[in-house]
T-cell receptor, first 114, second 108 residues
């Protein structure tokens, strides 16, 4: 079974703090993704990566950056956390680029910025 | 037109009922289709892929209609444990696009 592990289940940070969300997958997947999910807005793609050191902006990259130094690890960075970044953050990975290759999600990090 | 659209529901159905959800997509070049299930405060989990010829997994049947650009999910003999949000997912040449989900509540 694919395992995608997110480092924290719950996180509380203050406005202006730099926040790191870590994600590790154990299936040698090329693709990794960061989403946020908010009530009424569904899943929104922040950033994705299809290879080590590669990154692509998703639909809502503002206020975020990412790092992929190793294939199994994809980090999401909030440079200066703001209250509107309070959300559920979901990391996912997949084996091939889209074709019949579903995403496998981590169990999420619920971030609260106060 | 939004890329992937679903009726948000909620669909409230009694145990044992048959319920169907539709999902429309706008990108005619889409290649892959999936249904995910998401329980409250949990991550989405793959329920089933949707193949061109339609496919069945136990009580669940998924179908694809390329001409009308929609996919469907049919759940027969609903169980209380089927209560969840069902997300439609479409993939083409860009990262997977998720619908906002349809909420199902199965009532005893």
């Amino acid at each position: 079974d694919v395992k995608v592990t997110q480092s924290s289940r719950y996180l509380v940070k203050r406005t202006g703090e730099k926040v790191f969300l870590e994600c590790v997958q154990d299936m040698d997947h090329e693709n990794m993704f960061w989403y946020r999910q908010d009530p009424g807005l569904g899943l929104r793609l922040i950033y994705f990566s299809y290879d080590v050191k590669m990154k692509e902006k998703g639909d809502i990259p503002e206020g975020y950056s990412v790092s992929r130094e190793k294939k199994e690890r994809f980090s999401l960075i909030l440079e200066s956390a703001s209250t509107n970044q309070t959300s559920m953050y979901l990391c996912a990975s997949s084996f091939l680029w889209s074709e019949n290759s579903p995403l496998h999600f981590g169990n999420g990090t619920r971030l609260t910025v106060t | 037109r939004k890329e992937v659209e679903q009726d948000p529901g909620p669909f409230n159905v009694p145990e044992g009922a048959t319920v169907a959800f539709n999902c429309t997509y706008s990108n005619s070049a889409s290649q892959s289709f999936f249904w995910y299930r998401q329980d409250c405060r949990k991550e989405p989990k793959l329920l089933m892929s949707v193949y061109s010829s339609g496919n069945e997994d136990g009580r669940f049947t998924a179908q694809l209609n390329r001409a009308s650009q929609y996919i469907s999910l049919l759940i027969r003999d609903s169980k209380l444990s089927d209560s969840a949000t069902y997300l439609c997912v479409v993939a083409g040449n860009t990262p997977l696009v998720f619908g906002k989900g349809t909420r199902l509540s199965v009532i005893a």
